[in-house]
């Protein structure tokens, strides 16, 4: 008995009939080694690719973004929109939970406030619009502005996608300044209703220019972030731009479309003329010349054919 058991065992376990066999050499699928790839493909290994694109390759590849967003219909432009819209509205949400909730830090340590109300918010909104390819209308006013000056789309194509886009993002602004004001998570603070009013307020040459100052430093993150390989060149990219702006009190119409809508959600008492004479309309203009003059015109003007005259 003990011998047939043991015949047994020896005949389950031998190649021919285990239970998991070893891998028949003719199916296995062999990953060549570095060295043997080279050596069959008589070349060198390509190097990796830089962490941070060189300034020309940098504009090039901003270029060919911009072509590619103002090529897509305006049906998907609209829905990437409503998504982007959503990101920066959460980092609005953020912002206004946070930094906009520390009322003893703002008597005490002004600075301070700022800069936590910067940090915490709007770069993470930013980060998840770059990274999940949506459509944002800031940053697209450098991206498509480029490609159109470049020859690289039209005039048509560019309004198309400004249009859709800042279309988008309104609905996916207000989308989540219902839900936040749904939630409940705000409590009491008066920091959404504080803020909202003194957007609101500001004298239109003063809110046109903070658009202006916003988008510059909102379109150089994006510009930045569009030239690193790696999520962490990325994250610093837009971290530091979009703090910055934040902590320094300038106004960008896409979070705009959540502050102000949630903070007449909540009391302010605001009107929808107020929102968009006093607000949304010069900081969106802003916004335009934030990104196409400040930021992509210098380039364009240096690395790029703008107001460069054509060779006959």
């Known amino acids: 008995m003990i011998n047939r058991l043991i015949f ?7 190649d021919a009939f285990s239970l998991t066999p070893k891998r028949n050499t003719v199916f296995k699928k062999v990953k060549p080694s570095l060295a043997t790839a080279l050596k069959m493909s008589g070349g ?5 690719p830089p962490e941070v694109k060189a300034p020309p390759a940098l504009y090039q590849g901003a270029v060919a973004a911009g072509a590619k967003k103002a090529a897509a219909p305006f ?11 959503a990101h920066i509205a959460f980092g609005a949400y953020l912002a206004i939970s946070i930094g906009g909730n520390c009322p003893g830090l703002a008597s005490t340590n002004p600075g301070l406030q700022k800069i936590v109300m910067g940090a915490f918010g709007l770069p993470f909104g930013l980060i ?11 940053g697209n ?10 020859g690289k789309t039209t005039k048509k194509d560019l309004i198309k996608n400004w249009t859709a886009s ?10 989540l300044a219902y839900l936040a ?18 957007k609101s307020t500001l004298a239109w040459d003063v809110a046109f220019t903070r658009g202006i100052l916003c988008n510059w430093l909102v379109c150089m993150a994006v510009y930045m972030a569009s030239g690193c390989s790696s999520m962490i060149g990325k994250m610093t990219a837009v971290w530091f731009p979009i703090s910055a ?16 809508p949630l903070g007449m959600m909540r009391g302010a008492e605001i009107t929808i003329g107020q929102f968009l004479t006093k607000n949304l309309i010069p900081v969106t203009l802003g916004n335009i010349v934030g990104g196409a003059l400040c930021v992509m015109a210098p380039y364009g003007s240096t690395m790029g054919n703008w107001f460069k005259k054509k060779e006959t």
Request: charged fraction near 5%.
């Open 8 to 14: 047994l065992t020896l005949l389950l376990t031998s």
């Open 44 to 48: 060198e290994a390509a190097p990796p």
């Open 75 to 85: 049906s998907k432009i609209f829905q990437l929109g409503i998504v982007a819209g």
């Open 128 to 138: 998840m619009t770059l990274i999940s390819g949506a459509e944002l209308f800031t």
């Open 141 to 150: 006013t450098a991206l498509v502005t480029a490609a159109c000056m470049e």
């Open 166 to 175: 800042y279309l988008g993002n309104f609905v996916g602004s207000l989308l």
């Open 181 to 198: 004001f749904k939630s409940g998570t705000l409590g009491s603070a008066p920091g959404a209703v504080n803020l909202a009013t003194a």
């Open 245 to 260: 702006f934040v902590a320094l009190g300038l106004d960008h119409s896409i979070a705009n479309m959540f502050i102000i």
